[in-house]
């Protein structure tokens, strides 16, 4: 899911278990490009490290910051930036729809997103 800096969706992809974080991202950020041409900073947790920053910034010219997580604080922390995005996510659960996924399709439970989050946007 990639959302704006308040949290309003701005592009979802859904995708097999099996598919990594990163993977994932590597489809969903070209088409977000694409469409938000003035995207130009992206904050993402530590499961986007790697090659996928150095990717990002000479294929789509996309700045990714990740927002690492302090060693020496134990137990829950609130990352900068990464709350949003799970604030996101327990908005669109409000809608009963979301809370099991009965689709076979992935452009189905893509939809239903789009779908749910149009309450939160509407505000």
């Known amino acids: ?3 704006d800096t308040l949290g309003l969706l701005l592009a979802v992809l859904v995708t097999p278990a099996s598919t990594t974080d990163r993977d994932a991202a590597r489809i969903l950020l070209p088409a977000a490009k694409n469409h938000f041409r003035q995207l130009a900073r992206i904050w ?6 790697g090659h996928l920053t150095d ?7 996309v700045v990714l910051d990740i927002v690492r997580r302090s060693d020496d ?3 829950f922390q609130v990352l900068p930036r990464c709350w949003v995005v799970e604030r996101s996510f327990a908005w669109l659960l409000r809608s009963r729809r979301l809370v099991r996924d009965y689709e076979r399709r992935t452009e189905t439970s893509e939809a ?4 749910s989050a149009v309450p939160a946007s509407a505000a």
């Open 44 to 49: 993402a947790d530590d499961g986007y490290t």
């Open 1 to 3: 899911m990639l959302t």
């Open 112 to 115: 239903f997103q789009h779908q």
């Open 55 to 61: 990717w990002a910034t000479q294929h789509l010219g």
């Open 73 to 75: 604080v134990q137990g």
